[in-house]
């Protein structure tokens, strides 16, 4: 079945620091891709996608490139803040043709960023 | 345009009684879709409803159920809780079953069962 592996957290990181949180599927056909991220007490905000091989989702300084080949989609960000500290969460949602929206997502990762 | 709206935000139930939370999707959202979340297990799959019907099930018991109105509000009830049902439940919406989309998810409701 379709699922999503995520490194594990928590990622500690230095303001301005490079990061890199990897993320790897296991699906049939030709899934969409999400970048989930979590603040404490809230609910899941939607950070970036893409939809086909090769496309990059990018927003707020993150990107994310679909790499069927690898069935990679890492979320990197040049410069981290304090205020990105959350959790942030891959997850996948099969083609199924227009039949479901169904998410499958890894566990999360945990990143703090200190000052 | 307003957000997904989950209410209540927080909920303290005794091991036994029922449970009904509600959520109101985005404005023209047709589809909506429950998560269940807890520390140990993530986040995990209940239900997806779209215009009015059941389209998916996670793999959850019977006591979990759901229903979407009309108006594409939804709710879902847990009857008989036990201890393991404390989790932050969380609603989302999409405008429709297309997986591009993505969903908007609310804030959620923290259930404790005591």
């Known amino acids: 079945g379709n699922s999503v592996t995520q490194m594990e957290g928590p990622v500690t990181l230095s303001e301005e620091a490079f990061l890199t949180i990897n993320c790897t599927y296991t699906?049939?056909?030709?899934?969409?891709l999400f970048w989930y991220v979590q603040y404490p007490g809230e609910g899941l905000q939607l950070l970036l996608k893409?939809?086909?091989?090769?496309d990059k989702g990018s927003n707020k300084g993150f990107e994310a490139t679909y790499r069927k080949e690898t069935t990679s989609f890492h979320l990197e960000k040049g410069s981290v803040q304090v205020s990105d500290s959350a959790v942030y969460f891959c997850a996948l949602s099969g083609n199924y043709g227009g039949a479901t929206n169904k998410l499958i997502f890894g566990t999360g990762t945990l990143l703090a960023v200190q000052p | 345009k307003a957000g997904v709206t989950q209410t209540p935000r927080y909920l303290i139930k005794t091991r036994g009684q029922q449970v009904t939370l509600s959520c109101s999707p985005i404005?023209?959202?047709?589809?909506v879709s429950w998560y269940q979340q807890t520390p140990g297990q993530g986040l995990q799959f209940l239900f997806e409803?779209?215009?009015?019907?059941?389209?998916n099930k996670g793999n959850f018991p019977g006591r979990f159920s759901g229903r979407q109105f009309s108006n594409s509000r939804s709710e879902m009830n847990v009857s008989t809780l036990e201890l393991g049902d404390s989790a932050l439940y969380l609603c989302a919406s999409s405008l429709d079953l297309r997986s591009f989309y993505g969903y908007t998810f609310g804030s959620g409701t923290r259930l404790t069962v005591v």
């Open positions: 699906a049939t056909g030709y899934p969409s």
């Open positions: 409803y779209f215009s009015e019907t059941q389209r």
């Open positions: 404005s023209g959202h047709r589809s």
């Open positions: 893409a939809t086909k091989a090769d």
